[in-house]
């Protein structure tokens, strides 16, 4: 293992939880024990809560994030993914905004490294127009904290297995094979593996 202890926190909503997965690891699982397979001493924290919508995790992100690995170890980081319930649920723009402004600003204030992600693509093509202006909008909030966005749409290049998981079982969550496919985009994503190796 490298000498680094780093400390990690996942947050999000059922994505990130990794609902309809029946290995119980997400994508977020599975970047955890393919980092430690590499050597990386990582510790990761899932804190996914299905339902939520960003103004949901933002509510919470502090205290559950400082309860984990504040104090704790030498590097500490946050990844942060939502949206999806934002759009399903009609939730304002600005509301999304300022969730994420409220969580980058936080880790800011912390020294925790942050790592923003888009949301996977919703099923609903009526959705697409209001999905692509949330995503525009946290890029630029990101930018702001100087945090990496990584767009995740467009990272996964293949997403057939993804929505042919989801259609054989709730309509909206794959199963392994669509979360393996964000944990690979996500582990290859030049800014995580640079930081892991800093």
């Given at each position: 293992?490298?000498a680094?202890?780093i400390?990690v926190?996942f947050l999000g ?8 997965d029946d290995?119980?690891l997400?994508?977020?699982?599975r970047?955890y024990a393919d980092e430690r397979?590499r050597?990386?001493?990582l510790t ?10 960003g103004?949901?995790?933002a ?6 994030v400082?309860?984990?690995?504040s104090?704790?170890g030498?590097r500490?980081g ?8 934002d ?6 723009l ?6 994420l402004?409220g969580m ?7 020294d ?12 609903e093509a ?9 995503k525009?909008?946290l890029v630029h909030v990101?930018?702001?904290f ?10 996964v290049?293949d997403w057939?297995?993804w929505?042919?998981?989801a259609?054989?079982?709730d309509?909206v969550?794959p ?6 496919r964000?944990?690979?985009a996500f582990?290859?994503w030049?800014v995580w ?6």
């Amino acid at each position: 293992m490298t000498a680094h202890d780093i400390r990690v926190c996942f947050l999000g909503d059922s994505f990130t939880l990794g609902t309809g997965d029946d290995s119980g690891l997400g994508w977020p699982g599975r970047v955890y024990a393919d980092e430690r397979r590499r050597g990386v001493n990582l510790t990761a924290y899932n804190l996914g809560i299905r339902g939520q919508t960003g103004a949901q995790i933002a509510e919470r992100a502090a205290g559950e994030v400082s309860a984990r690995i504040s104090e704790r170890g030498d590097r500490h980081g946050v990844v942060i993914c939502f949206g999806a319930n934002d759009l399903y649920l009609g939730r304002p723009l600005g509301e999304s905004v300022q969730a994420l402004q409220g969580m980058l600003q936080w880790a800011r204030s912390q020294d925790f490294a942050a790592f923003v992600l888009a949301a996977p693509p919703l099923a609903e093509a009526s959705l697409k127009i209001q999905q692509d202006a949330l995503k525009d909008a946290l890029v630029h909030v990101s930018a702001d904290f100087a945090a990496p966005f990584l767009d995740l749409p467009a990272a996964v290049e293949d997403w057939s297995a993804w929505r042919a998981e989801a259609l054989a079982g709730d309509g909206v969550h794959p199963g392994a094979e669509g979360y393996r496919r964000i944990s690979a985009a996500f582990e290859t994503w030049d800014v995580w593996r640079d930081w892991l190796d800093g």
